[in-house]
């Protein structure tokens, strides 16, 4: 499932968790959202769990450095059962518990799973990092990068491993292009650019059903997870 792109960035973090859990059953497809600090990580979240949470089972392990934060919004609003969402704080950088050191993150997924379980989908939402976030293939089979246009249309030119090897590139608040000066085409060039046939989708979530190309993609993901695993 994970996409390796060793032409760009060589031995991808590691080995994959087994695909079936302890007791021989198959595990929830697990995908994981980083990007930088306010590009719409958490918002990214809340959306696609209110956009499938009538159609899957799913829990959320949001990352913040000192706070549960990102936890917290999505409980207060409400987009999942309490117990579906776990908090961990990663006392150190982000980057280090999604991919240097995913002891916390990974016995996060897996108690979750215990508990509520079973479930089709474990969303892993990184602390706000920036372009060098990636995600171990031992914690998540996919991995999501968020950026946004008021971070300015040069991101994806600037590339880096988030941008350049993520399974899926998202450009958040394109609502937001014409007043922070953003060229949309000029992002989607060099989004093109630096990562070949990778999919790239240009999201705004104030929009009706902004979040369905995410969704979509997710779908197309648990379609190839559950053949898989099958």
């Known amino acids: ?11 991808r973090y590691a080995h994959s968790s087994p695909v079936l859990d302890g007791g021989g059953r198959r595990r929830a497809l697990r995908v994981g959202l980083g990007g930088p600090v306010g590009s719409g990580k958490t918002a990214t979240v809340a959306a696609l ?9 799913i829990g959320v392990v949001t990352n913040d450095i000192y706070t549960r934060e990102d936890a917290d919004f999505l ?6 059962p309490a117990e579906r969402i ?19 993150n990974l016995e996060a997924v897996e108690d979750l799973e215990q508990a509520v379980g079973p479930l ?25 990068f968020v950026i946004d246009v008021a971070g300015g249309d040069d991101i994806p030119r600037k590339g880096g491993p988030g941008v350049t090897t993520a399974d899926l590139l998202v450009v958040n608040k394109t609502d937001l292009a014409p007043y922070v000066g953003a060229d949309l085409e000029r992002m989607a060039r060099d989004a093109a650019a630096q990562r070949g046939a990778l ?4 999201t705004s979530l104030a929009a009706p059903d902004g979040i369905a190309p995410v969704a979509a993609w997710i779908g197309e993901r648990l379609a190839a997870w559950a053949s898989v695993a099958g």
């Open 1 to 11: 499932m994970h996409l390796d792109h060793p032409e760009t960035f060589p031995e």
């Open 120 to 144: 089709d989908l474990v969303l892993v939402e990184s602390g706000g990092d920036n372009l060098t976030a990636t995600f171990s293939k031992g914690l998540v089979d996919a991995q999501i």
């Open 75 to 80: 409980l207060r609003n409400a987009v999942l």
């Open 86 to 104: 776990v908090a961990v704080e990663t006392g150190a950088c982000p980057h280090t518990a999604i991919r240097d050191d995913i002891s916390a």
């Open 199 to 202: 999919p790239v989708l240009f």
């Open 49 to 57: 769990c209110r956009r499938l949470r009538a159609e899957l089972a």
